[in-house]
C-alpha cells in the first residue's frame, strides 16, 4: 500500500476474543486510526531569480555619400542583440529535523522553482543611406552591408530545486485505557505519515529578441546638396509685400530594387525613394487697396504649395480680403483691392422707431462707414402686441412680417441705411397708435467671400406723436 493510500483509509479495528480466549493480558479491542493534521517542517527551498535580459543594440549611423564611380564598401549593419541570460537555480529545501513519533502528519519541505530565462536584445537597425549621383552606373562600385542586427536568444530556464525525501515515511502511535486484563481496557493506535516534499518548476525560457530591419536608400539625381523643402508657410503680409516669399517641395518616388544598383552580393531595403524633382514656386503680395496697408501688415497669410505647382492662399481669419491671383511663370502675385477688419463688418447701430403709419422707419448707422464696399442685407421680422413691450415683457405677439426687406424698401445715404417699415405690404393697423411693436432686424454683411450678421432688435409702443 502506498502512502497516498495509506493516508486516505481511516477506521476502527476491534479483535475481538471469540477466536482466543480473554486473559487479563489480552485486551478487547484495538482502535486504529489516521491522523487527518497537516503540519510543515523545515523550510521551503527559495525561488530562482530571472535572468538578466540581454541588451537591445541601437541603429547603425546613416550616411550620406556622392558617388564618382569610385569602389567603396559600406559597413551600415545594426549591431545583434545581446543574449538573455540563464535563470538562476531554485534551492533545495531544508530537509534537516523531520519530526519523529509525533501525534499528526508532516510535509516535508519542497524545492524553490527555477527563476525564468532574460529576454533576448533587439538587435538593431541597418543605416540609412543617402547617394547623390548624376550616374546610377557609379553606384555599381559600391558594396553596401545595410542588414539589421539578428535578435539575441531567450536565456534558459533555470531548473527547480529538489524536494525532500522522508526519513521516516510512516509510524504509529498506541494509546491505552484502563487496566490490563479488565473488560474496558481498550487501545488504540494512530497512524502518521511524512509526506515528501515536491521538486520545484524548471523557469521557462526568455522570448527571443526582434530582428533589426535592413536599412534604406535615398537616391538622389544631382551632384550637389539637396536644400531642405518648405512647402507651407505662414508669413505676415509686410514681409509678402516687400519681399515676396518662396515656398519649394521635393518631390519623391517610392521603387523597387535598390539591391540590383549596388555592387553584387549587397544587403539592402530593396524598397527606396527617388527625387523625382525640386520645385520651387515665388510669391508676392501687390497692394492696390485704398485702405492703407500699415493697418494690415502685421497681419498672416498662409502659403501652400500644392501638387500642381498652384500657391493656395488663406488669408487672415480677422480680415476680410478681395482679392484675385495671376500667375507669372514661377511666380504666383495676390493683388489686394479691398480690405477690412472682421470685427468692422458688424459695428451697426439701430434707431428708434421714427415716424407714424406709412411713414414708419428705423435708421441702421455703419459706424465703420464701409458700406459703399460692404453689401449689406436685411431680415426683418415684425410683430404686434396689445401691451407695451418696453415695460411688460410678454410672449402675446403677431408676426405681421418675416422675410427679407425688399431692396426699394432700403434706402442708403453716406453711412446710414433707412428700412421704410410701414410701406410693407401688411394691413394697415398694423402701424396704428397705441399697439406696442417688436422689430427684430438681421443685418448680413457680406465681403470677399466673407459674411457675418448683426442682430438688433427694437420694441416700442407707437404713438400719433412720432
Excluded at 163 to 189: A, H, I, L, M
Excluded at 291 to 320: C, H, R, Y
Excluded at 338 to 343: G, K
Excluded at 434 to 446: C, F, L, N, T, Y
Aim: aromatic share 8%.
Amino acid at each position: 500500500m502506498d502512502s497516498l493510500s495509506r493516508l486516505s483509509l481511516a477506521g476502527l479495528l476491534c479483535i475481538t476474543s471469540i477466536a482466543f480466549p480473554v486473559t487479563a493480558q489480552t485486551p478487547l479491542c484495538y482502535e486504529i486510526t489516521q491522523a487527518t493534521d497537516i503540519r510543515k517542517y523545515g523550510t521551503d527551498g527559495i525561488q530562482g531569480k530571472n535572468g538578466q535580459e540581454g541588451e537591445s543594440r541601437g541603429d547603425s549611423e546613416s550616411v550620406t555619400i556622392f558617388a564618382d564611380g569610385s569602389p567603396l564598401n559600406l559597413d551600415l549593419s545594426g549591431k545583434n542583440g545581446e543574449n538573455g541570460q540563464t535563470g538562476q537555480e531554485g534551492q533545495s529545501g531544508n530537509c534537516r529535523n523531520q519530526p519523529t513519533d509525533v501525534r499528526y502528519n508532516v510535509q516535508a519541505p519542497s524545492g524553490g522553482s527555477g527563476g525564468n530565462g532574460g529576454s533576448g536584445g533587439n538587435g538593431g537597425n541597418g543605416g540609412l543611406l543617402t547617394v547623390y549621383s548624376a550616374n546610377l552606373a557609379d553606384l555599381k562600385q559600391i558594396y553596401v552591408n545595410a542588414s539589421g542586427g539578428q535578435g539575441g536568444q531567450g536565456g534558459q530556464g533555470g531548473q527547480g530545486g529538489q524536494g525532500c525525501q522522508c526519513e521516516q515515511p510512516f509510524w504509529t502511535v498506541q494509546t491505552c485505557e484502563g487496566k490490563p486484563g479488565d473488560r474496558n481496557y481498550r487501545c488504540s493506535t494512530q497512524e502518521f505519515q511524512c509526506i515528501r516534499g515536491r521538486n520545484g518548476i524548471s523557469g521557462v525560457i526568455g522570448q527571443g529578441g526582434q530582428n533589426g530591419l535592413p536599412g534604406q536608400l535615398t537616391l538622389i539625381n544631382s551632384d550637389k546638396p539637396l536644400e531642405i523643402d518648405q512647402p507651407s508657410a505662414t508669413v505676415t503680409l509686410s514681409i509678402l509685400k516687400n519681399n515676396g516669399f518662396v515656398l519649394s517641395q521635393n518631390r519623391w518616388e517610392t521603387r523597387q530594387g535598390a539591391t540590383d544598383l549596388f555592387a553584387p552580393g549587397s544587403v539592402i531595403d530593396d524598397q527606396y525613394r527617388v527625387l523625382l524633382e525640386r520645385r520651387e514656386r515665388s510669391f508676392l503680395l501687390i497692394w492696390n487697396a485704398p485702405q492703407a496697408f500699415n493697418k494690415f501688415a502685421d497681419k498672416t497669410m498662409t502659403l501652400t504649395l500644392k501638387d500642381s505647382g498652384e500657391i493656395e492662399v488663406k488669408t487672415p481669419q480677422d480680415v476680410w480680403v478681395e482679392g484675385t491671383t495671376q500667375q507669372r511663370q514661377e511666380r504666383t502675385e495676390f493683388i489686394v483691392y479691398n480690405a477690412v477688419f472682421a470685427e468692422e463688418a458688424i459695428q451697426l447701430q439701430e434707431s428708434e422707431l421714427i415716424g407714424r403709419g406709412r411713414d414708419l422707419r428705423i435708421v441702421v448707422t455703419d459706424n465703420a462707414n464701409l458700406s459703399d464696399i460692404i453689401k449689406t442685407t436685411f431680415l426683418v421680422k415684425y410683430k404686434t402686441t396689445r401691451y407695451d413691450p418696453r415695460f411688460r415683457p410678454t410672449s402675446t405677439y403677431d408676426v405681421k412680417f418675416e422675410g427679407e426687406m425688399p431692396a426699394d424698401l432700403v434706402t442708403l445715404r453716406g453711412n446710414q441705411f433707412t428700412l421704410n417699415l410701414g410701406r410693407l405690404d401688411i394691413p394697415e393697423d398694423s402701424f396704428r397708435p397705441d399697439i406696442g411693436v417688436e422689430v427684430e432686424i438681421i443685418a448680413v454683411r457680406s465681403f470677399g467671400g466673407n459674411s457675418a450678421e448683426k442682430r438688433m432688435v427694437i420694441k416700442d409702443k407707437l404713438s400719433s406723436f412720432n
